[in-house]
């Protein structure tokens, strides 16, 4: 299926709500943390609750085949950053973020898109300590097809 960039970011972006505004999300610590976005100013976040940042980024795309126009495939891919920030003042943080983490893990590993978006390479990245926050990524690659 042929997808455009919009709307294969507007399937990726879905699928990420759909598993962090669940009760699973809510009953790690007590809420739904705020997502902060690249291109929404977000102000200071609370130092005594978590919180996430989600970014998407396409990162390459080719022609796949060669034809006549409307009939050529291009190939689009990019890659999907989760950061989950945890307070240190709070404690627990790595295991509450790893938990988290995993939630999101599972939104896109192994799963397609209604429309043609998949996901690889999906991975949870232990960070660390940042500033005032225990940080853990999670990093999932995706690939769809756009029809010229």
Aim: no cysteine; aromatic share 12%; hydrophobic share 40%.
């Amino acid at each position: 299926m042929s997808l455009s960039a919009t709307t294969a970011r507007d399937e990726i972006q879905a699928m990420f709500w759909a598993a962090w505004n669940t009760i699973a999300v809510s009953s790690l610590v007590g809420y739904v943390p705020p997502v902060a976005f690249p291109n929404v100013p977000a102000g200071e976040p609370d130092p005594e609750k978590y919180w996430v940042r989600y970014n998407l980024a396409h990162d390459e795309g080719r022609q796949a085949t060669l034809g006549e126009p409307g009939n050529r495939r291009f190939s689009k891919s990019g890659l999907v950053t989760v950061q989950l920030f945890a307070p240190l003042t709070l404690g627990g943080g790595l295991g509450k973020s790893l938990a988290l983490a995993q939630i999101v893990q599972g939104a896109y590993e192994g799963q397609h898109s209604s429309s043609g978006v998949w996901f690889k390479d999906v991975l949870i990245r232990e960070i660390g300590t940042s500033d005032s926050w225990y940080q853990t990524n999670v990093q999932a690659r995706f690939r769809y097809e756009e029809l010229h």
